[in-house]
């Protein structure tokens, strides 16, 4: 095969870019990779590679889904990925960058590198940006000058990282549909799946049988009894990032965005909760920890559970979650997951609902699935945008700031959750969610904002990233939706030609 000859990042290898990739595919990728032909039997039997006090389970079934993920490769993330949402997911690290502005030292090396991977694929397509480009890309350079030998490793990385976009972009075979979560889900009967308190939670129990769920609903360390020793030390020195005040910023920018015509934000006390690098896929926890960041703030019901305000931690949050099993409350979820405690495992909605109905938070979970394209994206941008009106006292302001709370969100099959705290109308008679992604920080061109009035030159570059619209929600069929309870706001439930499926994915 012709072509430009290529490095490989890790040893140095030299060959033509498909051999090469092939070759990063064989040599060094972790586990089992999609693109090596590997004997069936050889298949089912390999270990799961991971660090060496990782206890793993060695399943039948199982997990012939491995191959479909991969860990992010910008330096720091750590997050495991389905292959296929890899591209959206580096798209959103450069977000991380967005706004410029920030000071030498205000940019983290992965977010920096994401900023030069965005810079790098502007050149290679071609356009009237590509000399713009080439000057951020000389300024990032200047600024990382006493950073020389990490500025090196990330270039390798970018390199490896656009090597990766452009095999992502190939065709690939369809994969088969992960395993049902649970037995409603296996009849694909569609129903009300609302629940709002601690007995309700318990009467999903009733369902007779329940089956342990795999790497397409749990993650990658979807058998693991233990996490690492090093990522406990991790976790335990840092709590993770946190940043208030964020929301009068987006508030400020939405008034000032010329693509909307109205826009909803939840109650502004709510905290966006990051990730720490390298933590890998805790997702459902910060969310956790958002819908907390609310109930301390506004004094919602159960408030006295956390003391002085204190968010509570992962490892706080996993023994809540098995109390909650303890007391009956979705204790399916032991079966389904084999236990959560000190573990990587994902937790999806109902340990979410499990933790809030335990402590006496009154909450509600729906969710919503249909086959049938757009159809699902179109019932939760509905209800979420009446959710929010119902919270709205004076309807002619362009941007409507509510003392709602936020709204646990999750994307079923892939898993991702996130909180969504607000709802935009565009111009164009389109609806984007906002919310506040766990897997990435805000941007210093945000957080300089904070607690300041300002105008912004370009709004709606620094709203990018809190953004979703039908470009993300377009790809999946199946959400769901987790939000504390208040009587007076109308439920999420479905309506006639009900397109409602029970809450039961990971993350």
């Known amino acids: 095969m012709d072509g430009p000859i290529r490095s490989c990042p890790f040893c140095g290898f030299r060959a033509v870019e498909y051999a090469m990739l092939l070759h990063v595919e064989e040599t060094h990728s972790e586990g089992s990779s999609p693109f090596v032909v590997r004997d069936a039997a050889v298949a089912k039997t390999e270990p799961i590679s991971g660090a060496e006090d990782d206890k793993v389970d060695q399943h039948a079934d199982a997990d012939q889904e491995e191959g479909e993920y991969t860990e992010c490769p910008v330096e720091g993330c750590g997050e495991i990925l389905l292959t296929k949402e890899v591209e959206d997911h580096l798209e959103l690290h450069a977000g991380e960058v ?42 990032e350079k200047r600024r990382h000058r006493h950073h020389r030998d990490k500025s090196s490793k990330s270039s390798r990385q970018s390199s490896t ?56 609903e749990l993650g990658k360390y979807a058998h693991e009894k233990r996490m690492p020793d090093w990522l406990v030390e991790h976790l335990k020195k840092g709590f ?23 826009a ?51 490892f706080r949050i996993q023994d809540l979650i098995e109390e909650a099993w303890d007391k009956g409350i979705n204790a399916q979820g032991r079966v389904e997951t084999g236990g959560v405690k000190g573990t990587r495992k994902y937790i999806g909605t109902p340990e979410a609902q499990a933790v809030f109905c335990s402590l006496d938070v009154p909450c509600e979970a729906q969710g919503y699935r249909n086959k049938e394209p757009g159809r699902s994206e179109e019932r939760l941008l509905q209800e979420i945008e009446r959710y929010f009106e119902s919270g709205v006292l004076d309807p002619t302001y362009k941007v409507r700031a509510t003392m709602l709370p936020p709204i646990y969100f999750q994307h079923a099959v ?11 109308k565009l111009k164009n008679g389109l609806g984007n969610l906002l919310v506040f992604d766990p897997m990435f920080h805000d ?62 994915s990971k993350d």
Request: glycine share 12%.
């Open 414 to 424: 892939a898993g991702h959750s996130m909180t969504i705290v607000g709802f935009e």
């Open 98 to 139: 967005q706004g410029g502005d920030s000071g030498p030292d205000s940019t983290s090396d992965s977010a920096a590198e994401a900023g030069s991977l965005a810079a790098k694929s502007r050149h290679q397509s071609g356009g009237a940006g590509d000399d713009s480009g080439h000057r951020r890309e000389r300024e």
């Open 240 to 262: 993770g990032i946190r940043q208030e005040g964020v929301l009068p910023v987006l508030e400020q920018l939405l008034e000032q965005s010329p693509s909307n015509s109205y």
């Open 161 to 216: 990282i656009q090597a990766w976009r452009k095999l992502l972009a190939m065709p690939q075979a369809k994969s088969p549909s992960p395993a049902p979560a649970s037995d409603a889900k296996a009849s694909g009967a569609a129903g009300d799946s609302a629940a709002g308190s601690a007995a309700d939670a318990s009467a999903a129990n009733a369902v007779p049988k329940r089956k342990r769920l795999g790497k397409a």
């Open 443 to 504: 941007a210093p061109g945000i957080t300089r904002l904070v607690g300041r009035y300002f105008e912004h030159a370009s709004p709606d570059v620094m709203l990018k990233p809190y953004r979703r619209g039908h470009k993300y929600l377009g790809k999946y069929h199946e959400f769901e939706v987790l939000r504390l309870h208040l009587p007076e706001i109308p439920s999420l439930g479905p309506q006639a030609g009900g397109d409602a499926a029970d809450a039961s």
């Open 264 to 314: 909803y934000l939840c109650h502004p006390c709510v905290q966006h909760v990051s990730k720490l690098k390298k933590e890998g896929g805790f997702c459902g926890y910060r969310n956790i920890q958002m819908m907390v960041s609310y109930i301390v703030g506004s004094q919602f019901l159960g408030f006295e559970h956390f003391p002085e305000g204190k968010l509570p931690t992962i």
